[in-house]
């Protein structure tokens, strides 16, 4: 089982920008596919984006295309999102999660670990 830890998170003015990370532990990152989910009080949780385990493939809801960037760093088990050009509506709790997947499409469920989430909070 792989342990999730996530940072990054805070307040933020509209048109601004945050990068979140999610340092992984507890098993090799090799063969991981990871994902971000957000969760909006009294909403389900939803797939914001996802990374391959090379890094090559990557897929985003369309909400969050062009403004937001996942990216991973497999040396230091570390995977990131970097947020830019927020919106009011992209406040919620940030999830990072990952499951073991060796193929390059990258799944948008059956995430197995996750962290405890960051807040991002945007005002307007």
């Known amino acids: 089982q792989v342990q999730l830890i996530e940072s990054g998170g805070g307040l933020v003015q509209a048109g601004g920008s945050l990068r979140l990370s999610c340092a992984a532990s507890?098993?090799?990152?090799?063969?991981?596919?990871m994902g971000w989910f957000r969760q909006h009080p009294e909403k389900e949780r939803e797939f914001v984006a996802g990374?391959?385990?090379?890094?090559?493939?990557?897929t985003y809801t369309d909400s969050v295309k062009g403004r937001f960037t996942i990216s991973r760093d497999n040396p230091k088990n570390t995977v990131y999102l970097q947020m830019n050009g927020l919106k009011p509506e992209d406040t919620a709790r940030y999830y990072c999660a990952a499951q073991t997947y060796w193929g390059e499409h990258v799944p948008r469920i059956g995430y197995t670990s996750w962290g405890q989430g960051t807040q991002v909070t945007v005002s307007s």
């Open positions: 507890g098993r090799t990152f090799s063969g991981l596919a």
């Open positions: 990374i391959s385990w090379t890094g090559r493939s990557t």
